[in-house]
């Protein structure tokens, strides 16, 4: 079975500094690889994908993820964090069985940047 | 994203009461799901639907049963709610094309207590 994990509960990032939410997968075959993003209050928000291609893929909000095949991890980046980038962070990845797909979702990591 | 709606956003009840979670979606997707999010264990999948005569179980089934009406609208019920079924609540969609990676599109959440 497909899997993520999210090694960290929290991240706290200054204001202006990059910042790395971690995501590892486990899959049996081709990875499709997701993050979304939940504001307080609110649903989650898609952020970006990797389906196949090239390694660094970029989102909305200035977001990006680097896909390390050798390393089965899917970080999520960003130059320079704002304070409105505190949120929860969720990585997925899509399961495929059975001819249905279904999106295997991480724990979270809440993200926290101070002025 | 407004073209998911869930009703209501709040929902305090007492044990055994049956309860119905409503959402309707206006994006023309065939593919529609039900997740509960608890604090510390991400999202888990209830139900999904992938048209309106097809619906299977997800991960954590037992309590909930659902009915799609329609193409749009798709509802979650607990028959006889228990505490331990307090959560936040999600419906997403997605499309049926390319469908082992697109992403999926989140309601607002119902925010579920059960006393």
């Known amino acids: 079975a497909q899997s993520v994990a999210q090694p960290e509960d929290q991240v706290n990032v200054a204001e202006g500094n990059p910042l790395t939410v971690k995501c590892t997968y486990s899959?049996?075959?081709?990875?499709?690889l997701f993050w979304y993003v939940q504001y307080p209050n609110r649903g989650l928000q898609f952020l970006l994908k990797?389906?196949?291609?090239?390694?660094l893929v970029k989102g909305s909000y200035g977001f990006e993820a680097e896909f390390n095949k050798s390393q089965t991890s899917f970080h999520l980046k960003k130059p320079s964090a704002l304070v409105s980038d505190s949120a929860l962070y969720f990585c997925?990845?899509?399961?495929?069985?059975?001819?249905?797909?279904?999106?295997?979702f991480g724990a979270g990591t809440r993200l926290a940047v101070h002025p | 994203d407004a073209d998911v709606t869930q009703t209501p956003r709040n929902r305090i009840t007492k044990t055994g009461k049956r309860i119905m979670l409503e959402c309707s979606q206006t994006?023309?997707?065939?593919?529609m799901y039900w997740y509960r999010q608890d604090p510390g264990l991400g999202l888990r999948l209830i139900y999904y639907?992938?048209?309106?005569?097809?619906?299977n179980k997800g991960e954590i089934s037992d309590g909930y049963s659902v009915s799609r009406q329609a193409q749009a609208k798709f509802s979650l019920s607990l028959e006889s709610a228990i505490p331990n079924q307090t959560a936040l609540y999600f419906c997403?969609?997605?499309?049926?094309?390319?469908?082992?990676?697109?992403?999926?599109?989140f309601g607002p959440g119902t925010r579920l207590t059960v006393l």
């Open positions: 990797y389906i196949t291609g090239d390694n």
């Open positions: 997925a990845v899509s399961e495929v069985s059975g001819g249905y797909n279904k999106l295997i």
């Open positions: 639907s992938f048209d309106v005569k097809d619906i």
């Open positions: 899959v049996s075959g081709n990875p499709y």
């Open positions: 997403a969609t997605s499309d049926t094309t390319a469908s082992s990676y697109n992403e999926q599109f």
């Open positions: 994006k023309g997707h065939d593919r």
